[in-house]
């Protein structure tokens, strides 16, 4: 690089410049007053609405920190995630700037420690670029050296959110429309499986990290940052999230022993604990015994992810190899 030449993401941007930009973007009337610039994302918790951060030589106006609520659970900000537009073409991004945090996670008497990784995800978004069945990025570093993935913003909901809108029963929903959100599954569990051939785990399997999109009705895995450590199995963690997706793809969302003991009691007295989710003990597993029109191929691949489960999966081949026999026989 010669000598005079300084770095892309130290490109300069005066105020007026920066405002000409915004106005063009989302109005003059909207402009602010002072405009506060970052080309370091570290403190992400200072960067806020209407600030500029310039990344790789483009500047993105900063709009709002994303939210992700789970399980009922009120939704939280996640100040790492910001929705941002690009001003040199308008289009809406999402920044995911460096965060950084460890857990544990223990399922089935494994145990896995937990991680974000931001390279990992930068990884991850080079395999898979051109790839519909995965949110789509690239990845860049700020002037601190921080790894900043800079994501194309996906227009829709989640697949859980839209599998709760199909049929006017279980019964309904099992026969008219089951079959078909099994297809699109099992292409989504192949794109897993993609990551997996090439030694990589997407990491945070869980039904709202698949968005379906709005105008194509495309659905896309999002979210790969998370990364764990393994002992008995690389891919356990990804294959137990698989599972849990499954089960509440069959039962129409979660079939939980609360329910039932209070909907269906006859049901309830059925049930006993090696029926029940190997990661969430309050919900239901063994599905037929609740819908005994489940087939029992389909109720079989349940039952791996069941604490009475004898043997799991060890790899997507024998889950997708299970799965699509299942569902060829619906």
């Not at 007295?269 to 609740?290: A, E």
Request: aromatic share 12%; net charge negative.
């Amino acid at each position: 690089m010669p000598e005079n030449k300084a770095p892309d993401y130290v490109m300069n941007f005066s105020d007026e410049q920066l405002k000409e930009m915004i106005a063009e973007c989302v109005g003059a009337e909207r402009v602010p007053k002072q405009i506060s610039i970052y080309t370091d994302t570290s403190d992400f918790y200072r960067i806020d609405y209407d600030d500029v951060v310039v990344l790789d030589g483009r500047p993105y106006l900063i709009r709002n920190n994303e939210r992700e609520g789970r399980f009922g659970i009120e939704e939280q900000q996640k100040y790492w995630v910001k929705r941002a537009r690009d001003l040199t073409d308008g289009s809406t991004k999402i920044l995911k700037l460096t965060f950084l945090e460890r857990f544990e996670a223990n399922v089935g008497g494994l145990s896995f420690e937990c991680f974000r990784s931001p390279r990992k995800e930068a990884r991850i978004l080079e395999l898979v670029r051109g790839d519909s069945n995965f949110m789509q990025g690239h990845s860049v570093t700020d002037s601190a050296g921080n790894i900043i993935r800079i994501l194309d913003f996906i227009r829709g909901r989640t697949f859980a959110d839209f599998i709760l809108e199909l049929g006017d029963s279980h019964e309904d929903y099992f026969h008219r429309n089951l079959p078909a959100v099994l297809d699109e599954f099992i292409e989504l569990v192949k794109a897993i499986q993609f990551l997996h051939s090439h030694g990589e785990k997407h990491g945070d399997i869980r039904r709202d990290h698949i968005i379906k999109e709005k105008q194509t009705g495309k659905s896309a895995w999002i979210d790969f940052d998370f990364n764990y450590l393994h002992k008995e199995n690389m891919f356990g963690y990804d294959l137990f999230g698989l599972g849990n997706i499954l089960v509440y793809l069959t039962g129409r969302g979660d079939v939980t022993i609360q329910n039932l003991k209070e909907k269906d009691p006859m049901v309830f007295g059925r049930l006993f604990q090696d029926d029940m989710n190997i990661i969430f003990n309050n919900r239901v597993v063994n599905l037929q015994k609740v819908f005994p029109y489940i087939p029992d191929a389909l109720n079989l691949v349940l039952l791996h992810f069941s604490v009475g489960a004898n043997v799991y999966y060890e790899d997507t081949v024998q889950f997708l190899s299970d799965l699509q026999e299942s569902r060829d026989k619906m």
